[in-house]
């Protein structure tokens, strides 16, 4: 019982040491260097959101959907829409390799979801961000937030 518990702790820190977390005000100065505070309509609020919903700001984070596709990084960018994992069909509309989509200086990911916003549907493309932040106060995410 104890080699159980010990192994299962040591297996969640090795999950927890391989996540890539971003700080929500350091992600907020990113997006907002990169020109997405208002791009297409959206404030960070939104962004924030959408980062937390998805990911729970993790860049690295890789989710296998029901239907063998992969969602990829912070905003969980879809693979056979977005870009190409090599493992399946991909319309691969951002031109991108997913793996890209997980690197920590984010340009590839925030080039990606501006071409998903930009499209029809906008943020609406993102399932989470419907349920969970469209339509609701949002402004709490920059709390404490200085950008400067």
Request: with cysteine; hydrophobic share 40%.
């Amino acid at each position: 019982m104890t080699g159980t518990l010990l192994m299962s702790l040591v297996s969640c820190l090795i999950s927890i040491s391989q996540a890539s977390l971003i700080n929500r005000c350091d992600l907020a100065r990113v997006l907002r260097k990169e020109d997405l505070d208002g791009f297409e309509g959206y404030s960070l609020n939104d962004w924030l959101c959408l980062a937390f919903v998805e990911s729970n700001f993790n860049i690295s984070k890789v989710n296998e959907n029901a239907d063998g596709s992969f969602d990829y990084g912070i905003f969980q960018i879809n693979s056979h829409y977005w870009c190409n994992d090599y493992r399946s069909h991909s319309e691969n509309i951002c031109h991108e390799d997913c793996q890209d989509l997980l690197s920590p200086n984010l340009l590839s990911t925030i080039s990606c979801a501006k071409k998903i916003v930009s499209g029809a549907g906008g943020m609406k493309n993102w399932v989470a961000w419907r349920l969970h932040c469209a339509g609701r106060p949002l402004s709490y995410w920059m709390t404490g937030c200085f950008l400067g």
